[in-house]
């Protein structure tokens, strides 16, 4: 007998599969510019920046634009004096961005620790910075490497930058014009000319409306006046000339020692000891200083000046003495 073999025929199935348009997502990029003056000529560089990163992003088929982020006239060494740097940081973390675009690794940072940490906070969102000058991108095997060179390199060119603006200072601070901004009671005159000498640049003159106020101050210690008494009156001159300024007795103390009221300066009286943290410390020998006599108008006379430090010093001792008992 025959084994006959069943065949069990099973009808074509026809499967309808959707098939969706999926068209590859556009990455959204970004660019980050920076320049560190206000000069004519850097001027036009971060206006170059920002045109290019413009131009070159929307004409990328695959990426779309979503900004550009500039800081004018901004160091590189801290970010908190970046608004645009932080705005941008802040963006990626919302996952805006994708892909960050940047001239070089000294526009994004000259400090190699504020750098990296940066570039890891972009990391941990997907992001990565492509930087033009050197060729690199931020998420390659290599780069932590090439960032670690680079950032030296600038680091050192910050260096210099810094030692160099510090001999200027110094100089010019030697030959009675140190580039010091005006004190309560006077205005600096003549900044924006052209065809002067440094030392005009830098004349002081008295703002008589302000001076007003000063003269007020020394009188009115003479007269026996508490700070607290003075501050209070200093407020209601403010509150005359339409101002809302309330003064302090902190304030007044500064401003009554401030040897600038007698037509004197002295340079140098802090210091930025670490030129990468920025930090201003009192100048312990780190710096010479230079007292420079009669560097501007006084609006108070020597002997008016002294006899109010005496008071001062006076009523200091007091109160040393009565917090002892």
């Known amino acids: ?121 972009l990391h941990e969102k997907g992001v990565y910075v492509i930087f033009e000058k050197e060729s690199i991108k931020s998420n390659d095997d290599q780069f932590s490497l090439v960032m670690k060179l680079y950032q030296s390199i600038a680091q050192e060119q910050s260096n210099s930058q810094s030692q160099a603006i510090i001999w200027t200072v110094d100089h010019n601070a030697a030959l009675g014009r140190p580039a010091y901004k005006c004190c309560f009671g006077y205005v600096k005159e003549n900044v924006n000319e052209t065809g002067i000498t440094e030392r005009e640049r830098h004349t002081w003159s008295i703002n008589e409306e302000e001076a007003e106020m000063v003269r007020t101050m020394f009188d009115m210690i003479e007269d026996g006046a508490s700070t607290y008494d003075v501050a209070k009156r200093m407020t209601e001159m403010e509150a005359e000339r339409g101002n809302d300024f309330v003064w302090q007795s902190c304030k007044v103390c500064w401003m009554l020692r401030n040897i600038a009221y007698k037509g004197d300066l002295l340079t140098h009286k802090t210091v930025v000891k670490d030129y990468l943290s920025g930090k201003a410390v009192k100048n312990d020998g780190y710096r010479e200083q230079y007292y420079l006599k009669g560097h501007h108008p006084a609006i108070i006379s020597e002997e008016q000046f002294e006899n109010v430090q005496t008071i001062l010093e006076s009523r200091s001792k007091k109160w040393k003495e009565a917090r002892a008992i």
């Open 1 to 121: 007998m025959k084994k006959i073999q069943k065949i069990v025929v099973v009808g074509e199935q026809r499967k309808t599969e959707s098939v969706a348009s999926t068209e590859p997502r556009k990455l959204r990029a970004a660019a980050y510019c920076r320049v560190s003056t206000l000069m004519e000529e850097q001027e036009f560089s971060f206006e170059s920046q920002t045109e290019y990163y413009k131009d070159f992003i929307e004409s990328q088929p695959d990426m779309e634009l979503v900004g550009i982020y500039g800081d004018h006239g901004a160091s590189g060494l801290r970010m908190t004096e970046r608004p645009e740097l932080q705005r941008m940081i802040a963006d990626c973390m919302d996952g805006k961005i994708d892909v960050v675009y940047v001239k070089s690794l000294s526009r994004l940072a000259r400090n190699a620790i504020e750098c990296q940490k940066i570039l890891d906070q």
